[in-house]
């Protein structure tokens, strides 16, 4: 198996990849939060994306390796999830002047968001030393998604700064049936098959085998 040995040549892909597609997703929603490609905010914002996807999993697998009855891995899990959340704070601390230096004004727009995740950040972190991993993922899960809806409020209607706004980027009207029903297709296929491979990957290995 390719995650089991990390010296592995595919344990070393896929690490390289569980970094580079978090952070080209970082960079491009930076992007377009300021309008252009360039400048400091979208490195900052591509940091900020791998740590919360490392804070998100770790808070995650805290509970998981719990149910499997692997308290050790459990315990490391807890410890990078502290520092990942610590590493997360700081990171979006950072990131807030750089974006309002390359966005003026999208600070003042985030800030309920910012306090809401603020919160639940420090949530997770009381939460996971009081070993309540549930309540964990809980709050872990609303601190990221609170910025990331912040974020799309904070810049709605424009899309891509200055005035590329959702209308204008639409699609001409006679394509959106056609695109709604590829959607509906798609999810009617994927989403069962999703399920069932959250459930097979979350059965302990000897039942797998």
Same mark, same amino acid.
């Given at each position: 198996?390719?995650?089991?040995?990390?010296?592995?040549?595919?344990?070393?892909?896929?690490?390289?990849?569980?970094?580079?597609?978090?952070?080209?997703?970082?960079?491009? %929603?930076?992007?377009?939060?300021?309008?252009?490609?360039?400048?400091?905010?979208?490195? =900052?914002?591509? %940091?900020?994306?791998?740590?919360?996807?490392?804070?998100?999993?770790?808070?995650?697998?805290?509970?998981?390796?719990?149910?499997?009855?692997?308290?050790?891995?459990?315990?490391?899990?807890?410890?990078?999830?502290?520092?990942?959340?610590?590493?997360?704070?700081?990171?979006?601390?950072? =990131?807030?002047?750089?974006?309002?230096?390359?966005?003026?004004?999208?600070?003042?727009?985030?800030?309920?968001?910012?306090?809401?995740?603020?919160?639940?950040?420090?949530?997770?972190?009381?939460?996971?030393?009081?070993?309540?991993?549930?309540?964990?993922?809980?709050?872990?899960?609303?601190?990221?998604?609170?910025?990331?809806?912040?974020?799309?409020?904070?810049?709605?209607?424009?899309?891509?700064?200055?005035?590329?706004?959702?209308?204008?980027? =639409?699609?001409?009207?006679?394509?959106?049936?056609?695109?709604?029903?590829?959607?509906?297709?798609?999810?009617?296929?994927?989403?069962?098959?999703?399920?069932?491979?959250?459930?097979?990957?979350?059965?302990? =290995?000897?039942?797998?085998?």
């Amino acid at each position: 198996q390719y995650g089991d040995d990390p010296r592995s040549v595919w344990g070393r892909v896929f690490a390289i990849a569980s970094v580079l597609a978090p952070a080209s997703l970082g960079y491009c %929603a930076g992007s377009l939060a300021i309008g252009r490609v360039g400048g400091w905010f979208p490195v =900052a914002a591509a %940091a900020l994306a791998v740590a919360c996807c490392a804070y998100l999993a770790a808070v995650f697998l805290c509970r998981e390796a719990v149910t499997r009855g692997e308290p050790d891995l459990a315990v490391d899990f807890r410890r990078r999830a502290l520092g990942s959340a610590v590493a997360t704070g700081v990171l979006a601390v950072v =990131a807030l002047p750089v974006l309002e230096h390359d966005a003026p004004g999208m600070v003042a727009s985030l800030a309920v968001a910012v306090a809401v995740s603020v919160v639940a950040g420090v949530g997770t972190i009381v939460a996971l030393l009081r070993h309540h991993y549930r309540t964990a993922r809980l709050f872990a899960a609303t601190a990221v998604a609170t910025v990331v809806a912040g974020w799309g409020l904070a810049q709605y209607p424009v899309l891509v700064p200055p005035d590329l706004t959702l209308t204008e980027a =639409a699609a001409p009207a006679q394509t959106l049936p056609v695109t709604l029903g590829v959607l509906i297709v798609g999810f009617a296929v994927t989403l069962p098959a999703v399920a069932l491979l959250f459930r097979i990957f979350s059965r302990p =290995a000897m039942m797998r085998e």
